[in-house]
T-cell receptor, first 112, second 112 residues
Framework: EDQVTQSPEALRLQEGESSSLNCSYT??????LFWYRQDPGKGPEFLFT???AGEEKEKERLKATLTKKESFLHITAPKPEDSATYLC?????????????FGKGTKLSVKP | DSGVTQTPKHLITATGQRVTLRCSPR?????VYWYQQSLDQGLQFLIQ???????AKGNILERFSAQQFPDLHSELNLSSLELGDSALYFC???????????FGPGTRLTVL
């Protein structure tokens, strides 16, 4: 069964304290691995897509990496405004199908 | 702002009732997806439409149905509502099935 697991469930950091969030997946025929940020009561906001093992993408203080079984979201010198829930999702399917399988997320709190 | 719009923002109704949620995709996007987010289950894929046709089905209950109209907007119909249907319902859109999905702000449904 296709599955996406994120750890830890919650992470509390001090401002400036770098860390990593983990996303492990067992998905047959993976087409892409997505990272989203979600603020309370709002829709997920797209961050990155990774398509192949070894790929890396960066945006400001965030860097996403992908292996054949896991993806990591590295947060460097986080600020309080980085506090949010970070969601990982795997996409599989053929042709025009493209539904995402989401993990339950990591809730990040960054204290000043 | 992702460019995906959803109405209404909030909906409060009673058990046994029927409601319709509406989604307008980003300009140019042909695929529309519906997801349900509850506290214990996380984001769960319900159904995908591509250019008016159903393309993929997830864990959608028989009491739920959806359609995509010629102008590409989509509606999710929920009937015989139960307390457990209370959740956030998100719509997402993409150009093609394998492309990045952009999420709307969601509709919060409360069934009393």
């Amino acid at each position: 069964e296709d599955q996406v697991t994120q750890s830890p469930e919650a992470l509390r950091l001090q401002e400036g304290e770098s860390s990593s969030l983990n996303c492990s997946y067992t998905v047959s025929g993976l087409r892409g691995l997505f990272w989203y940020r979600q603020d309370p009561g709002k829709g997920p906001e797209f961050l990155f897509t990774l398509y192949s093992a070894g790929e890396e993408k960066e945006k400001e203080r965030l860097k996403a990496t992908l292996t054949k079984k896991e993806s990591f979201l590295h947060i460097t010198a986080p600020k309080p405004e980085d506090s949010a829930t970070y969601l990982c999702a795997a996409q599989r399917g053929e042709g025009s199908q493209g539904n995402l399988i989401f993990g339950k997320g990591t809730k990040l709190s960054v204290k000043p | 702002d992702s460019g995906v719009t959803q109405t209404p923002k909030h909906l409060i109704t009673a058990t046994g009732q029927r409601v319709t949620l509406r989604c307008s995709p980003r300009s140019g996007d042909l695929s529309v997806y519906w997801y349900q987010q509850s506290l214990d289950q996380g984001l769960q894929f319900l159904i995908q439409y591509y250019n008016g046709e159903e393309r993929a089905k997830g864990n959608i209950l028989e009491r739920f149905s959806a359609q995509q109209f010629p102008d590409l907007h989509s509606e999710l119909n929920l009937s015989s509502l139960e307390l457990g249907d209370s959740a956030l319902y998100f719509c997402a859109s993409s150009v093609e099935g394998a492309d990045t999905q952009y999420f709307g702000p969601g509709t919060r449904l409360t069934v009393l």
